[in-house]
């Protein structure tokens, strides 16, 4: 076999002016264009990246305003609370004192109006035990009983001063004799005369009737009483009782 080295050179030739033709008007506008492509693709990657990362720092932004909100509301809520715990401590402690306080005075009304009813039982008590003993007394005044207070009532003007029988003596409106029941004319004029005598005079004496006094005699002038009565023994006793209450 023979071989065409002239065919062969020039189909190399052909080979090689195509090679050229395809580098310089194929090759290069499609490399341009692929290269082209790549750095528009290259661009947008990176504006995307940095859209991306604009749109992270948003996020961030976003998320630390967030957590500055929530850590806002946080304190409010903290704060109010402490503020609402304070006020409803203060309201509970107001609410308590008051409370206190109207128990305090309920239970001094009660303890006073308490003592104020045992003290009226008891007076009333006492009135009427005085009241019965005085009807009980009345049943007793027997003319040894009127005998024994006029021993008492002259015993009692012997211990007076010098001074008050002399100003009883000398009594303008006189000397006045109360007795607890009417005296007959002979016993009047004893007693008139067991008074004057304990007097060491003569004064003006006239006797008078008061059924209240229960039973006794009694001496009385315009500035000067001498009790000696069982009414004025149970008044004694009925005062006493009140004072001791």
Not at 64 to 73: K, V
Not at 79 to 97: C, M, P, S, Y
């Amino acid at each position: 076999m023979t071989l065409d080295w002239w065919g062969l050179g020039l189909q190399a030739i052909n080979v090689l002016i195509l090679v050229w033709l395809l580098s310089r008007v194929f090759w290069r506008p499609v490399a341009g264009a692929i290269t082209r492509r790549q750095e528009a693709a290259q661009a947008l990657l990176e504006e995307g990246k940095t859209a991306q990362a604009k749109a992270n720092a948003a996020l961030a932004d976003i998320a630390a305003a967030r957590t500055g909100i929530a850590a806002e509301r946080d304190a409010i809520l903290a704060e109010a609370k402490t503020a609402a715990d304070k006020v409803a401590k203060a309201t509970l402690k107001d609410a308590q004192t008051k409370a206190d306080s109207l128990i305090a005075a309920a239970r001094t009304a009660i303890d006073r109006d308490r003592n104020t009813a045992r003290k009226e039982n008891a007076t009333r008590a006492t009135e009427l035990s005085v009241e019965i003993a005085a009807r009980l007394l009345d049943r007793f005044n027997t003319p040894s009983v009127q005998a024994t207070f006029l021993a008492q009532l002259v015993e009692a003007i012997a211990d007076m001063s010098a001074s008050d029988r002399a100003a009883l003596i000398a009594s303008a409106d006189g000397t006045t004799i109360v007795t607890a029941t009417d005296t007959e004319d002979a016993e009047s004029a004893k007693i008139e005369r067991a008074i004057k005598d304990a007097l060491g005079g003569t004064p003006s004496v006239r006797l008078v009737t008061d059924p209240s006094l229960i039973a006794g005699l009694e001496l009385r002038s315009g500035h000067f009483v001498l009790h000696n009565s069982w009414r004025a023994d149970l008044k004694a006793i009925l005062k006493e009782v009140e004072n001791a209450g």
